[in-house]
């Protein structure tokens, strides 16, 4: 059995992937959204792009078996296994200091954008707009007019989601920190990682 790390509730990682290794990122408690980016390692400017993988797949959320693209239309990653009720979000941007100041936070509230770019910075890496991420375990419905909504994450504990790493990159996780909509089922709670080797 893998060795597990745990990545704190309200806390991001950067974790670096070779070619063919896995990342498992697993709900411990039930509930909890993980936002999730990949940055090419050769070219970290080249990073995993929702909407030009809503536009590779033709539909909104990608399920097992599902490559992610980058925002130059190469597959970067695989969702490679999902034991999840498989609902995960392409749609809304990483939580950030704004976003806590609209809803009324106090300042210094965590956020998933500054646990961005906190975790790349040891890397050498640094973004100004921060990517729009996989929101992994994030419940987003929508209905045919168009209207969204924000609701708790139906992910139960022990869940998981297995990502495949189709060139060398590096993955960047948040545990979400909101704790003011109501997305992180539980609230914020910590998830654990395995970084599997190579397949076959």
């Given at each position: ?9 309200r806390t991001?990682?950067?974790?670096l992937?070779?070619t ?6 697993i ?6 959204v ?22 590779m797949?033709t ?6 078996g599902?490559?992610?693209?980058s925002?130059?239309r ?5 969702l ?8 995960h979000?392409?749609?809304?941007a990483a939580?950030d200091?704004?976003?806590?100041e ?6 210094g509230h ?9 975790a ?7 973004y100004?707009?921060v990517?729009s991420?996989?929101?992994?375990f994030m ?7 168009g209207a969204?909504?924000?609701a708790?994450?139906?992910?139960q ?6 990502l495949?790493a189709l ?5 960047v ?7 003011i ?14 970084k599997?080797?190579?397949?076959g």
């Open positions: 059995m893998p060795d597990q790390t745990v990545l704190t509730a991001g990682t950067a974790i992937l070779s063919g290794e896995r990342l498992r990122i709900n411990t408690t039930g509930g909890q993980v936002d999730t980016w990949a940055l090419t390692a050769a070219d970290p400017s080249e990073h995993m792009s929702m909407q030009h993988t809503r536009a797949l539909k909104l959320v990608p399920a097992a599902d490559s992610l693209y925002n130059r190469r597959a970067v990653l695989k490679a296994e999902d034991t999840s009720p498989g609902v979000d392409t749609l809304i939580c200091p704004e976003r806590y609209q809803l009324g936070a106090p300042p965590a956020s998933c954008a500054d646990n961005f770019r906190k790349i910075a040891p890397h050498g890496i640094s100004d707009a990517p991420p996989l929101n992994l419940n987003i419905p929508w209905t045919a007019a969204l909504e924000f708790p994450s139906p992910a504990q022990g869940d998981y989601v297995t495949e060139t060398d990159v590096i993955v996780l948040s545990a979400c920190p909101q704790d909509v109501v997305i992180n089922a539980q609230g914020p709670a910590d998830v654990a990682l395995e599997l080797a190579v397949s």
